[in-house]
């Protein structure tokens, strides 16, 4: 069907870094769905919720964030009744668009909202887990990640290290199974816990966990800079900061103080 074709087709140029095109596919299935769920809401209305929540995406891609919170709530606001209804199939619907509408949230600064969002969506991984671990235990990882990254954007600090933990722990057992999949999310959770940990002055144990992430990250970002470079540059900054705050600049070596010259130039 061609409304599939184009969700296909954003998806595959998101993956390639070539985001406008992802959202001019992407928007082409929205727009193909909308009078198809208004005549056959049964047969057509949740794969209008699934190209919401993929245009949401696509938008944050471009750091169009309104625009991106607007259709990820229309897309909540369709899941919420069918997961009510068919809560088999549209619970795990329903917790992905949960989770990328706190994403949204906090990228606009409305944290304190975000952050019961968030704490939704791990909810309902959690019930989903129970039941289907095989399933949902990387789903379960990211959305712990996404919590504790609001947690630290409000200061609680404490409390972002308690869910990026719990999360680092689930990927470490998934990684042997599927590290291609696994690996990525790894690193940016190990960033996360680096960010965490500085900021409860722990700096020793922070640089551990950007020094752990480092070798995951940059080969990572050399194969698809688009995607990793800024990961990287997130890994070098923290490693910066925790370096100077240790006294310990030295250690940051002149290919790794170049790397990040080059980086901070795009994302700083």
Known sequence: MVTVYYRTLGIRFSNLGR???ALEATQEAVD??????????????????R????????FSDL???EKALEVTQEAVDIYRPLSTSYPEVFIPSLA???NNLANKLSNLDC???????????????????????????SELAMSLLNLGTIFNDLSQ???????????????????ESCPDVILPDLARGLNNLGDTLSALGRCEDALKAYNEATP????????YPQIFDECLYRNLFGKTQVLQALGREKEFSSEEMAEFNMLASRFS
């Open 19 to 21: 985001y406008e095109e």
């Open 32 to 49: 193909i769905y909308q009078p198809l769920s208004a005549s056959y809401p049964d047969t057509f209305l949740s794969d209008l919720a």
């Open 51 to 58: 190209s919401l929540n993929n245009l949401g995406v696509r």
């Open 63 to 65: 750091d169009r964030d």
């Open 96 to 98: 992905r668009s949960l």
């Open 111 to 137: 944290d304190e909202k975000a952050l019961g969002i968030a704490q939704e969506a791990v909810d309902k991984y959690r019930v989903l887990v129970a039941s289907y671990p095989d399933i949902f235990l």
């Open 157 to 175: 600090h404490e409390d972002a290290f308690i869910v990026t933990g719990e999360a680092l722990d689930l990927y470490q057992s998934l990684v």
């Open 216 to 223: 995951i990250i940059r080969p990572l970002s050399q194969k």
